[in-house]
Structure formats: C-alpha cells, structure tokens
Nanobody, 117 residues
Framework: QVQLVESGGGLVQPGGSLRLSCAAS????????MGWYRQAPGKQRELVAR???????VYADSVKGRFTISRDDAKNTRYLQMNSLQPEDTAIYYC???????????WGQGTQVTVSS
C-alpha cells in the first residue's frame, strides 16, 4: 500500500504563486508516474501535470509555461510549482500515482487551491 500526503494549498491572489508537495510512502515499486489532477466545482477531474520515472513531463495546455512539476527521488516527493495563478486555477488538487499492470492508481486526499482577490 502507498500513502500520498499533499501539502501547500491555500488562498492566493491572481498572479501569485504556490507550491504543492506530494510525499509518497510505502511500496512504490510499481509506480511509473506521479502527477497532479484537479477538480473544480461542477467539472470533471483533469490532469494538470505528470512526470514519469525517467523524467518525461506532460502538462495540460492551460498550465503550460506557468506550472512546473519536479521531483526529489531521495524523498519520494513530487512538487508542483504554480506561477501566474488565475481564478480559473481554483480547484481541489489531487496527487496521483499511476501504477503498472493496470492496477488502480493511488490518490492523495486533495488540497484546496483558491485564487481570488
């Protein structure tokens, strides 16, 4: 079993920045990628950014150039640096760990990000 613990959400003004962290613990041997999804009220959950074990990154078009995903393998932690935040970035952000062999993904508990003046 794997636990994903998120931190770093909060309230920020438009144009501001936040950094989310996701620390993984437990049996992580079958995880091939980790990333962040978000879900705004009344909308479906969507991929924000993901990074594979080999360092390949994927970003949603809406966050390209503003968000950066990175990792610290020694700490089994992934980070999402979010710059130039806009009100449309307001959502609950969930850490995700994608597993091999069609096993169900692991999810964090979610952290609220609110962008408002």
């Amino acid at each position: 079993q794997v636990q994903l613990v998120e931190s770093g959400g909060g309230l920020v003004q438009p144009g501001g920045s936040l950094r989310l962290s996701c620390a993984a613990s437990g049996s992580i041997f079958d995880i091939w990628a980790m990333g962040w999804y978000r879900q705004a009220p009344g909308k479906q959950r969507e991929l924000v950014a993901r990074i594979t074990g080999s360092g390949v990154t994927v970003y949603a078009d809406s966050v390209k150039g503003r968000f950066t995903i990175s990792r610290d393998d020694a700490k089994n932690t992934r980070y999402l640096q979010m710059n130039s935040l806009q009100p449309e970035d307001t959502a609950i952000y969930y850490c995700n760990a994608a597993r091999q062999y069609n096993r169900p993904d692991y999810w964090g508990q979610g952290t609220q990000v609110t962008v408002s003046s």
